[in-house]
């Protein structure tokens, strides 16, 4: 079984400044981990995905995010937030040995940014 | 939107009444999926299709029924609609059993 964990359900910074979004997830497998973001009355839009290559990994926007075995977390990054930042950002897990339905989402985090 | 398309956009509808959701594709992904977002719960799969007449149930998966009778279409039935069935529902399409792309979603209110 796998799960996913976001840790805050909101997250609020000022622009200019680092942004943190935190996901711990549980696997018996070897994960594929996902980051997606959803800006207001918007579909979810894949930001970045790991899947067993190099564990920091680069997407869009200037966002990142390192894979941690040992802590198993994937927590996501960004050096100085813009305030198109502002948006509902889910982590999303799934096992290689799941089926079609295999991705289980977080609940995701509000990011706000403080102008 | 990775070449997926939902219609309608917005529905009301009254309790009881059928209600039928479209999804199209363009990409010729052998997945599709159906979820709903609701508050707090993030988001729910109801069903999904690995092929052409394949389909099977989600999380979420009763008072619901969905078709697929050709590669690009998905489509999504509330059989009777009640209030509980009120939410945004989103379509996904993949290709393997990994990321998913999303569709812009359909905002559906049952009186």
């Known amino acids: 079984a796998q799960s996913v964990t976001q840790l805050d359900s909101h997250v609020s910074v000022s622009e200019g400044t680092p942004v943190l979004l935190r996901c711990n997830y549980s696997s018996s497998y070897s994960p594929s981990l996902f980051w997606y973001v959803q800006h207001p009355n918007k579909g979810l839009q894949l930001l970045l995905k790991y899947t067993s290559a190099a564990t920091l990994v680069k997407g869009i926007n200037g966002f990142e995010a390192e894979f941690k075995k040992s802590e198993t977390s994937f927590h996501l990054t960004k050096p100085s937030a813009h305030m198109s930042d502002a948006a509902e950002y889910f982590c999303v897990v799934s096992d290689e040995g799941g089926g079609a339905d295999g991705l289980t989402f977080g609940k995701g985090t509000h990011l706000i940014i403080q102008p | 939107d990775a070449g997926i398309t939902q219609s309608p956009r917005h529905k009301v509808t009254e309790t009881g009444t059928p209600v039928t959701l479209r999804c199209h594709q363009t990409?010729?992904?052998?997945?599709m999926y159906w979820y709903r977002q609701d508050p707090g719960h993030g988001l729910r799969l109801i069903h999904y299709s690995y092929g052409v007449k394949d389909t099977d149930k989600g999380e979420v998966s009763d008072g619901y029924s969905v078709s697929r009778s050709k590669t690009e279409d998905f489509l999504l039935t509330l059989e009777s609609a009640t209030s509980s069935q009120t939410s945004v529902y989103f379509c996904a399409i993949s290709e393997g059993q990994h990321e998913q792309f999303f569709g812009p979603g359909t905002r559906l209110t049952v009186l």
């Open positions: 990409e010729n992904h052998r997945y």
